[in-house]
């Protein structure tokens, strides 16, 4: 029998932390990239926090009051210690089942990070992933969280209203995004953001792991 989603058409995952293992890892790029240009490094809480920005959004927010040109040359920095180690990351364990059963039920999945294009391709191509997504979007060909055009975006691509949407993230960013939205939300605690800050957030369910979140969205989704 074809089974049909129950709730939801369109489900927009995050991408780091909440189905890649990454966030330990750009935590520390961020920290290194300062350390090479002499600039106030950020603590591990801070360069957590701003994970699922846009790049310069979240270096801008870990390192205020730099100029311009200066967030520029960190981003670079950035981008060389990260792709340096990318090849390390891996997905959460559980992932690709989960998503094959949402995949097997025939909702629409989609993606709205705060990587960049070239980062989330590469990503997709090294993690075997290629082709389970309908459709993605990153913070360098939108804009960045919490605004909503990621999400109006691909609602709009689909033709899906915002109560048959769910985005999955792991930040704070993520559900403010979808509350921007107007669309449901479901937390992951096992990212960059403590789940105490996750309370005045309206989420569906917060997830204290992949299972968790499988299991979830089987019943609910």
């Keep these: 029998m074809n089974r049909r989603p129950r709730q939801f058409d369109l489900i927009a995952f995050d991408w780091d932390g909440t189905l890649f293992d990454s966030t330990g890892l750009i935590a520390r790029c961020i920290q290194s990239a300062c350390v090479d ?3 106030p490094v950020p603590s591990d809480e801070a360069a957590r926090y701003v ?29 060389v ?6 090849h390390e990351l891996v997905l959460f364990e559980g992932t690709l089942d989960m998503l094959a059963t949402l995949k097997a039920r025939n909702h629409w999945l989609t993606v709205a990070t ?7 391709d ?3 191509k090294t993690s075997a992933l290629r082709g389970v997504f309908d ?10 969280k919490p605004h ?21 993230g792991d930040t704070t960013h993520d559900l403010q995004m979808a509350v921007n939205a107007g669309v449901p939300s479901v937390a992951v605690s096992y990212g960059a953001h403590e ?10 369910h917060v997830a204290h792991s992949v299972s968790d979140l499988h299991q979830w969205l089987d019943r609910h989704a």
Excluded at 148 to 164: C, D, I, K, S
């Design 122 to 124: 590469e990503a997709l």
């Design 51 to 79: 994970i699922g920005m846009g790049l310069i959004e979240a270096l801008q927010h870990a390192v205020p009051g730099l100029l311009r040109a200066r967030y520029d040359e960190l981003r670079e920095r950035y981008r």
């Design 135 to 144: 459709a993605t979007r990153t913070a360098d060909e939108t804009q960045s």
């Design 37 to 39: 240009l002499g600039v």
């Design 148 to 168: 909503p055009r990621m999400l109006l975006e691909l609602m709009r691509e689909f033709g899906v209203e915002p109560a048959r949407t769910l985005m999955i």
């Design 81 to 86: 210690h990260y792709f340096a180690r990318q």
């Design 195 to 204: 789940p105490a800050s996750f309370g005045e957030f309206p989420a569906l």
């Design 114 to 120: 705060g990587k960049s294009r070239a980062g989330l």
